[in-house]
């Protein structure tokens, strides 16, 4: 499985970014999908994810402000960030769970994708 992020960037503190995740799988559709991030000197955390029906679950610090969704026609996950702050710097990371439904760790990461918001 390949898993390829971009998208991130740098913006100012308000503004928003859209990361996108492609995906090599044909069975796209069948798993569920999510992004992660990691800040310098911190663990990685969940950001967002979402399942093969589309049900959605967002990380109370994101909630509000980042949505994710799916194209299966296109094998692609989106994170839609709005209202962007410095706190939201991290690299951010797409992944792939082991089947339909976002239950335990993902399996499969991307290789990342840096986001700076400055002040």
């Known amino acids: 499985v390949q898993l390829q992020a971009s998208g991130g960037g740098l913006v100012q503190a308000g503004g928003f970014l859209r990361l996108s995740c492609a995906s090599s799988?044909?069975?796209?559709?069948?798993?569920?999908m999510g992004w992660y991030r990691q800040a310098p000197g911190k663990q990685r955390e969940f950001v967002a994810n979402i399942n093969s029906g589309e049900r959605t679950n967002y990380a109370a610090s994101v909630k509000g402000r980042f949505t994710i969704s799916r194209d299966n026609a296109k094998n692609t996950v989106y994170l839609q960030m709005n209202s962007l702050k410095p706190e939201d710097t991290a690299i951010y990371y797409c992944a792939r769970y082991s089947g339909s439904y976002s239950v335990g760790d993902p399996w499969h990461w991307g290789q990342g994708t840096q986001v700076t918001v400055s002040s």
């Open positions: 799988e044909s069975t796209f559709r069948m798993y569920a």
